[in-house]
C-alpha cells in the first residue's frame, strides 16, 4: 500500500515556512504499514494542484493533502479537489456549528462571511472534525482511491492524523506488517561503520533495508522490514539484529524508540522519583527547554540557571572568581562547580552543567571553538568530560546538548 | 526563471528527519529572483530519482538535488546522475586532498575505501568544494540547464549554498528583480483581516501577490512582486503599501526582515549597549535559548533563570512566598517579582519573566490552561501582562515566548 502527500502553499516554496507535516504523517503511515512514495510541494495554483493530485493517483492509493483551506483568497485547495471530482460544495451543519463554538469561545467577534465559507465542503466528501481550528478535514474516495485533505497548521493536521485519518485508514484497508528498529551508535563514524559490518548488510534479505542516518556525533542504524508474513518479519529482524549486535558491541548504545532521550529520561526519572537542574553556559537553555517541552516535566526537572555572561556564573552560581581565573571560564574545575551549585541550589539528584566555546569567535576564554566541557553532580560526586565539537555553532551547541543527555542517562543507569 | 528542488533519502518518506533544507534553498533562491516551481522528496531509489530528475528537467531551469551523498551503500544519487547524464566517475584530487585533511584533523583514524571512493565525481561535473565535510558539492549543465548536487547534512549544505551555489547563479544568469514586503500584524485573526481588505486587494496588480501567513497569534501578510522592471516593482510595491498601511494602522507592527524577532532585539540591544535577562516559568528556558542561538548574544545576553518548580521561584529567584501562597503561582504579582529579581541577579537593563500554565493538565496553580503572566522589568519599572494561549501546550508555549519579545521590544523602542 502506497502513499504520496502533498503539501500547498507559496510559503513552502519561497521558504517561509519549513514543511514539518510531511515528516509527521509520514512517520504515522509507516507505523501503520503505509509507505510513502513520495511528498510534493505544489503552489496555490489550480492547475498545479490539480497536476499533482493525477501524477499522484498514479503512484499511490492513498493521497493525503495538506494545507491551502484557510478563509482567504490565496487558499484554493478545497475549490480545485471539489473541481477534480467534479463535485460541488454544500455547506456543513458541524463544521459551521464548530466554527461558530470557536468564535464564541476564543475570537469573541461576529463571524464574517469568510468564516461561514469554511464550513462548505464538497458533496461527496466525509467531514473529518478539527477540534483546534475552523478549516474542516474530508474525506474522499475515488476509483478505489482515497483522498483526505487535511488544513496545514500543524497542531490542527496532527490531531486529524490522530483521531480520525489512521483509525479510518485502518478501518478501510489490510496493511501489510511493517517494522523499523533503529539501533543507535556513537563513536564510530558512517564510513568506518559501513567497512566493519560489510558482509553482514551484503546478506540480509530483500525484505529488510539498512539506512545510516549519521547525525551530530551518532550514526543510527535503521533496519526496516515489510511483509503481510509478520511471523517472517519479527524472527527474521530478531535473527539479524542478534547477528549484528556483536559486531558493533563497543558503540551501540541501545535502541532507539520515538521517544527522544531527553523523553526517555524523563520516564526514568518519573520512575526513581528523581530529579534533575541544569547549569547551561554554551547550551544557552536548550538543555532546559528539551526537557520542559514535555508535559509532565515538572516531576522531574526543578529548573536551570543559564549562566551566559561571566558574571552570572560568579553571582548566581557561586562559582569562586578566583577558579575562574586560575582556569579560564572554559574548564573541567569551573564546569563542575557549576553543576555542584546548581544541585544545591536546586535541591535535585542530578545536575548537568555545560560550558564551552561555541563560536563563531573565540569568546571570554582561551578555549578553541568547539571546545565545550560538560559536568554531571549527584549527591556522591561530580565528574566532567572534555569534547571537541566542531567548528559549527548550531552543530557545536547541539552535540553538547547530545553528549550532556548521553552523560546524564549513563549516570540514572548506574543506579 | 524556475527551480525544482528534489531531496533524496528515505528518511524523509518515513518521517525520521524533518526536510529543513528546502526552506533553506528555496529561501536562498526567491532573494536573486529564482522561483520554486516545485520541492519534491523522492526515495533512495535509481529509477525514481531518475524519473524526478526527467520531470523536473520539464518544468525548471535550475535542477537542485539534495542528499544521498554519504559514503555508505544507500547513498546512491552520485551514481545516479553520472548515469543520467551517461558519465563517468573519475577521482578529483581536491575533494580527495580535503577528505584526507578531514580525517587527519577531525577523525584520527585511517581513511577507509568508501571515504577515498567520496572523491569520484562525474568527469563533466565542476566540484563545489565542502568546508564542513567530506561529499563534495557537484555542478552540471546540460541542454542549457543547470543539476547541482549538494550534500544532505544541513549545515554542509548550508555553506555550499551560501560560498558556492548562489555566486555561481548570480554569474551564469540575468535575473528577474523581486521583492518580498511581509507586514507583521497582530490582534485580529486572518479572515477578520482578509474581510478588512478585501477591495485593496482585489485591486493589486497581477505581477504582485498576497498570502496571508498566519501563526500562533500573528497574521504575516507577505506581498510577493516580480519584474524584469525593477523600477517598476519598487514603485508599485511603495504605493500599494502607502494605500494598505492605513487599513491596517492598529494592528500593523512592523515590516518583518529575514531576522527573527529575537536577532532584531539582539541588534538593537547591542546599538543601545543594553543587556537582558529571563525568568522563565513555563516558557522552559525557550527565550534564553533563541537569544543564545545567535552568534554575538554575549554582547546583550546575560544569562536566565529557569524556575520551573515552585521552589525555584522561592530559592533562586526570592519571590517571597508569601506572594506566592496570596496569589498563586500563575499571578501578575509573582510574574513581576520574577523580572524584578532576575534583573537584580543579573545586573542588567531589562529583564523578562514568564509563569503560565501550558497544559496539558494544571499544574501547581489553579489556572486556566493557556493562561500566561508575562513581565517585563526595567531600571524604572516593571509591569506585566496576562494572556489567554489557547489548549495546546507547544502552541501556548511559543505564543508566550512571541509575546515576551513583542513586550521587550514595545519598551525598548520606548527609549
Known amino acids: 500500500m502506497q502513499a504520496e502527500i502533498i503539501t500547498i502553499g507559496d510559503e513552502i516554496l519561497i521558504g517561509q515556512i519549513v514543511d514539518t507535516n510531511s ?81 464564541k469561545t476564543y475570537i469573541k467577534k461576529p463571524l464574517a462571511q469568510v468564516n461561514i465559507d469554511q464550513a462548505l465542503v464538497p458533496s461527496k466528501a466525509k467531514v473529518l472534525m478539527n477540534k483546534y481550528g475552523s478549516a474542516p478535514g474530508m474525506w474522499m474516495e475515488s476509483n478505489g482511491k482515497v483522498f483526505i485533505s487535511l488544513p496545514g497548521v500543524p497542531y490542527e493536521m496532527k490531531a486529524l492524523m490522530e483521531d480520525e485519518v489512521i483509525p479510518k485508514l485502518r478501518k478501510t484497508y489490510q496493511f501489510p506488517f511493517i517494522k523499523h528498529v533503529t539501533l543507535l551508535t556513537y563513536g564510530l563514524g558512517e564510513s568506518n561503520l559501513a567497512e566493519r559490518i560489510e558482509t553482514w548488510e551484503d546478506n540480509l534479505p530483500s525484505f529488510i533495508k539498512l539506512a545510516y542516518l549519521p547525525g551530530l556525533g551518532r550514526v543510527r542504524l535503521r533496519l526496516s522490514a515489510k511483509s503481510f508474513d509478520k511471523n517472517l518479519v519479527e524472527t527474521e529482524m530478531e535473527s539479524q539484529i542478534k547477528a549484528l549486535l556483536p559486531q558493533i558491541e563497543d558503540i551501540f548504545v541501545g535502541f532507539e524508540t ?158
Chains 1, 2 share one sequence.
Not at 493525477?54 to 503512484?59: G, M, P, S, V
Not at 492509493?61 to 480545485?80: A, F, H
Request: aromatic share 6%; hydrophobic share 40%; with cysteine.
Open 23 to 103: 515528516a509527521f504523517i509520514s512517520k504515522a503511515l509507516n507505523k501503520i504499514g503505509v509507505s510513502v512514495y513520495q511528498i510534493t510541494s505544489v503552489q496555490d495554483d489550480i492547475a498545479h494542484i490539480t497536476k499533482s493530485l493525477k501524477e499522484a493517483e498514479e503512484n499511490a492509493d492513498i493521497i493525503i493533502i495538506t494545507g491551502g483551506l484557510g478563509p482567504t483568497k490565496d487558499d484554493i485547495t478545497k475549490r480545485t479537489i471539489c473541481d477534480y471530482f467534479q463535485d460541488t460544495l454544500v455547506p456543513s451543519e458541524a463544521v459551521l456549528d464548530n466554527i461558530k463554538h470557536i468564535w
Open 258 to 415: 520515538d521517544d527522544s532521550i531527553e523523553a526517555i529520561i524523563g520516564k526514568q526519572l518519573t520512575a526513581l522519583n528523581k530529579t534533575v537542574c541544569t547549569a547551561e553556559s554554551c547550551t544557552g537553555g536548550k538543555i532546559a527547554q528539551l526537557f520542559t517541552k514535555n508535559a509532565g516535566a515538572s516531576k522531574y526537572f526543578k529548573g536551570s540557571v543559564v549562566s551566559y555572561a561571566t558574571e552570572a556564573k560568579i553571582d548566581v552560581l557561586q562559582v569562586p572568581e578566583a577558579l575562574i581565573k586560575a582556569h579560564s571560564v572554559v574548564s573541567a574545575p569551573v564546569v563542575e562547580a557549576m553543576a555542584k551549585h546548581a544541585r544545591e541550589l536546586f535541591k535535585t539528584d542530578y545536575a548537568i552543567a555545560t560550558t564551552g566555546n561555541a563560536g563563531p569567535d573565540k569568546g571570554d576564554s582561551d578555549a578553541e571553538v568547539g571546545t565545550v566541557f560538560i559536568a554531571i553532580a549527584t549527591k556522591d560526586r561530580v565528574y566532567s568530560e572534555k569534547f571537541e565539537l566542531g567548528n559549527h555553532r548550531t552543530k557545536v551547541i547541539m552535540k553538547a546538548v547530545n553528549k550532556a543527555f548521553e552523560m546524564l542517562q549513563k549516570e540514572i543507569l548506574k543506579k
